[in-house]
């Protein structure tokens, strides 16, 4: 009986209906592929066609009941396991050392660790399970709002929500990555005895695997198969000025003139929401926004960019509704109201996954902001951002919400990436509120979301940015001071801010932003009341203790810039993060395992954030090396624990020395 075959560098088996094939795709890398039934589909949610050409070091070898494929450094090896002939894949690496591995059928136990079940008359709902590894820790996934850095032990679920981007790519301590490559709702377990993937919806089982000796490595692995992130424009490395928001046109001018009068160097400054007529309308509000083009003409002349905030909801009453629903460009609900989100009124988003329904929003976008030379885009609501998360109740273009939603960020960047691409642009970067795995390609600069003014909220965006880059989305921020209910006048809220704004001189992009009290009503000149503004939100609205301090790091990022630079590039061209966790940067020290609250910002600074209240000193581990702190020139020695004052005007921020 002939269990395996070889096909065009392809390992395959098939057995009882199902057909298991393992493809060589990227440098010491593998996609495992399989249906119960039919034939597999070469889907391009993120993994790139062009990766599997690049392939090397192939070999497969089959036996009557075992076979092996072996590309680079990594090796998938089926057996057949049980009683029932089941296939089980086991990876390891170039020493033979066993990597990940399927679980076992457990002879009597005849368990199935690729189990689909069927949901009758239509697809699957799909269990993979691997062998919990004791002593491995896990990183990456994504973006979620917890104090975690390691997720061994914990369940996540594999589905967006503001300020969640669920991206199902992880590092292991033990010297491979794993891409979950199916863009389902879902959930994963890495539990202590396996590890466990769901999807609710799906036609196929789809994952790849790669193989490196460093973390390094393993990610430029990573973003040679799922692509770079576009070079960062030189706007991206200083400071950003947003708020919720300005709402008319004299009002930004007047903050971004203040900036200049000031001699403080701004890149980009932000008009935030609602700044249009109705959602949907993708142009200006004539009566608050006159002449758009001058505008942003008067801000090149100061040095700063005027990025404009985009939403996908299209409200009922929008100009450009009844058109998009007759075209069928809308996502739809699958039963009941067609209403996605109920925020000022009644709306529903438009489909990301129809390729003529990006090309539509982009004309209008062209039209109406990027012909008055906008060249930065805000795309927010970009989960999307459902007013009840029912993933059950929409349907999209290439399928059910339940089996492909989680792809809609990506494809939301993409709409716009694409079109700024065919108007010439080099480049480009949008922010956005949600990522999935390819999100980078599009030049996606993913923020933590609607977050709380908080410090446990604070603690927790450092773990989001470090295992968000881990997961290959290099291009991260934060609301600097958090989104919700900060008061300007709060002297607790004031310390938060200034620790919160030091730490984000050392995230990708600085990006001060937040929804602050007390509020301001705004209304038409007809005495219409519209959607209100938050409080002040510029350097100089915190008090005179917190302007000389804000300054100063501002000053600081500028004079980083060089280095800065330096970093995108290496993002750009090997996929590398910039905020590096300790165990990413020194993978060989045992030490750096456990810390979350402290990272390299390349390989030249160790920062350490001040994240409590009252802190005026904290500890901080120094790898073995020579250390500098930059604020006070202290010099000292690795390999140990050491007390380094944080006065409020500084963080700990340590400069490696190589002799």
């Not at 589909?41 to 990766?51: H, R």
Request: glycine content about 8%.
């Amino acid at each position: 009986m002939q269990w395996f075959e070889k096909a065009d560098r392809e390992l395959i088996w098939r057995g009882r209906g199902e057909t298991l094939k393992l493809v060589p795709w990227g440098e010491d890398s593998i996609r495992v592929l399989s249906v119960p039934m039919g034939e597999i589909q070469y889907n391009d949610y993120a993994l790139l066609q062009s990766a599997r050409e690049q392939s090397k070091d192939i070999a497969v070898h089959i036996e009557e009941e075992t076979a092996s494929l072996t590309v680079g450094k990594l090796t998938a090896s089926i057996s057949m396991d049980g009683w029932h002939h089941y296939a089980r894949i086991t990876f390891t690496n170039q020493k033979g050392e066993i990597l990940l591995q399927e679980t076992s059928p457990a002879n009597a136990l005849a368990l199935k660790s690729r189990k689909f079940e069927p949901h009758i008359g239509g697809d699957y709902a799909l269990t993979a399970t691997f062998d919990g590894m004791d002593g491995e820790r896990i990183y990456g996934m994504g973006q979620y709002q917890e104090e975690i850095l390691d997720w061994k032990g914990c369940t996540l679920e594999l589905a967006h929500r503001n300020s969640q981007a669920s991206v199902p790519f992880y590092i292991s301590s033990r010297g491979y990555g794993f891409l979950w490559h199916n863009p389902a709702i879902g959930e994963v377990t890495f539990g202590r005895n396996r590890t466990s993937w769901w999807a609710e919806s799906t036609r196929q089982l789809d994952y790849w695997v790669t193989a490196g000796d460093t973390p390094t490595e393993i990610s430029e692995h990573y973003a040679q198969a799922t692509g770079f992130v576009p070079m960062m424009p030189e706007y991206g490395l200083g400071f950003w000025q947003c708020k919720l928001r300005y709402w008319n046109q004299e009002q930004l001018l007047e903050v971004a003139r203040e900036y200049h009068r000031r001699g403080l160097k701004v890149d980009v400054i932000v008009c935030d929401f609602f700044h249009w007529p109705k959602m949907g309308d993708y142009r200006f509000d004539p009566e608050f926004f006159p002449d758009p083009a001058a505008m942003v003409k008067e801000l090149k002349s100061m040095g700063m960019e005027l990025m404009v905030s985009v939403w996908p909801q299209v409200a009922l009453t929008s100009e450009n509704y009844a058109e998009m629903l007759q075209q069928g460009l809308l996502v739809r609900a699958e039963y009941g109201e067609q209403v996605g989100m109920r925020f000022v009124e009644d709306s529903m988003f438009f489909d990301t996954t129809n390729p003529r329904a990006r090309q539509y929003v982009w004309q209008k976008v062209k039209q109406n902001y990027y012909d008055a030379g906008i060249r930065i885009f805000w795309l927010d609501e970009a989960e999307p951002e459902y007013g009840t998360y029912d993933f059950k109740a929409y349907r999209y273009h290439m399928g059910s919400n339940l089996q492909i939603g989680n792809i809609y960020p990506q494809l939301y960047a993409r709409t716009f990436y694409d079109g700024m691409v065919a108007q010439g642009q080099e480049n480009p970067v949008n922010l956005l509120r949600c990522a999935w795995a390819g999100s980078q390609r599009y030049g996606a600069l993913v923020w933590s979301g609607d977050i709380m003014s908080r410090w446990e909220d604070f603690r927790r965006q450092v773990c989001a940015g470090l295992n968000m880059g881990v997961a290959g989305i290099p291009w991260w921020t934060t609301d600097i001071g958090g989104f919700h209910n900060g008061n300007i006048e709060d002297e607790n809220f004031r310390e938060l801010l200034i620790r919160w704004f030091q730490w984000g001189t050392y995230c990708p992009v600085m990006r001060l932003h937040g929804d602050r009290r007390p509020g301001e009503k705004v209304y038409r000149s007809d005495g219409t009341e519209v959607l209100s503004s938050g409080g002040d939100n510029e350097v100089w609205s915190f008090g005179d203790t917190a302007y000389p301090i804000l300054v100063s790091y501002m000053e600081r990022r500028e004079q980083l810039r060089d280095y800065v630079r330096e970093l995108m590039v290496r993002a750009h061209e090997h996929g590398t993060p910039l905020m590096r966790a300790m165990w990413y940067a020194f993978p060989e020290d045992s030490a750096c395992d456990g810390l979350r609250d402290q990272y390299m910002f390349g390989d030249k600074y160790l920062v350490a954030p001040v994240l409590f209240p009252g802190m005026r000193e904290r500890e901080v581990y120094l790898p073995c090396g020579t250390w500098k702190n930059v604020d006070t020139g202290e010099i000292l020695q690795g390999g140990q624990c050491v007390t380094v004052p944080s006065p409020l005007e500084t963080i700990p921020v340590l400069e490696r020395l190589y002799v």
